[in-house]
């Protein structure tokens, strides 16, 4: 298990790790996640995440670097959570106790993810954090898994 796992406010410089993360072939093979180019990305970060007073996000700590990042936003009556973590703190126990700790600070419930159906790793991750998987649903071509915290779909 992961030690040294904090949160904190997102800094201008944590972007440049976020971004090179979302480039990591694969991530994206896992995920099914277009990466952005540099400047989509970093428009998307400053008008909808940074920018929107009604997304919780943070930035994921290990050791003093920069991990990834946990987000919490509305879509719709509902509200999602997603994140993103370097592939060098996969399998570390670092999503585990980030999401744990993030969840203890987004209180909102019910709380929904929908990761693709082939991400086990995350679908593993949701479900160890108190997730239950309720259906899927389709997002373009990919078939997701709906898991929620705290209700029902």
């Not at 126990?93 to 019910?110: C, D, H, I, Q, Y």
């Amino acid at each position: 298990m992961e030690t040294g796992v904090r949160l904190r406010d997102v800094e201008q410089a944590d972007l440049e790790a976020f971004l090179a993360y979302e480039h990591d072939p694969e991530a994206v093979r896992r995920s099914r996640f277009p990466p952005r180019e540099r400047e989509a990305f970093m428009a998307h970060w400053k008008a909808k995440v940074l920018g929107d007073p009604t997304v919780f996000v943070q930035t994921v700590v290990v050791d003093g670097e920069t991990a990834g990042n946990i987000v919490a936003w509305w879509e719709g009556e509902r509200r999602y959570i997603g994140y993103w973590f370097g592939r060098p703190y996969w399998g570390r126990g670092t999503g585990t106790g980030a999401l744990t700790a993030f969840l203890e600070r987004e209180t909102v419930r019910p709380l929904y993810a929908d990761p693709v159906i082939g991400n086990t790793g995350s679908v593993r991750l949701l479900e160890k954090c108190g997730f239950v998987a309720t259906g899927t649903v389709k997002h373009g071509e990919n078939e997701h898994v709906v898991l929620v915290l705290g209700g029902s779909a």
